[in-house]
């Protein structure tokens, strides 16, 4: 098993920015990807980042250069810094874990989410 808590949402203003973490623990395996989905209301579940432990990355392609995903292995820790945040990027930041010796696209384990409200 593994346990993810993430942290950081908060309410900000459009155009600000805002720094997520999400620390893993239990059972890590070395070789995992680990990243960031969001969930706004009324919409299904997306990828916002992923990174696997090499160091690989994944972005969703309407993020890309506002979002930067980064990982400290030695910690189990997974970051996303949000810069130039906009109405539309209001959700519930989930993060996720998945070990195996590729990069995964199914997340395995979820976080519990953290709220990120963008305000206009």
């Known amino acids: 098993q593994v346990q993810l808590v993430e942290s950081g949402g908060a309410l900000v203003q459009a155009g600000g920015s805002l720094r997520l973490s999400c620390a893993a623990s239990g059972n890590i395996f070395g070789h995992n990807t680990m990243g960031w989905y969001r969930q706004a209301p009324g919409k299904q579940r997306e990828l916002v980042a992923a990174m696997y432990s090499s160091g690989d990355t994944n972005y969703a392609a309407s993020m890309k250069g506002r979002f930067t995903i980064s990982r400290d292995n030695a910690k189990n820790m997974v970051y996303l810094q949000m810069n130039s945040l906009k109405s539309e990027d209001t959700a519930i930041y989930y993060c996720?874990?998945?070990?195996?010796?590729?990069?995964?696209?199914?997340?395995?384990?979820w976080g519990q989410g953290t709220q990120v409200t963008v305000s206009s």
């Open positions: 996720s874990y998945s070990a195996g010796f590729y990069f995964a696209t199914s997340p395995s384990y």
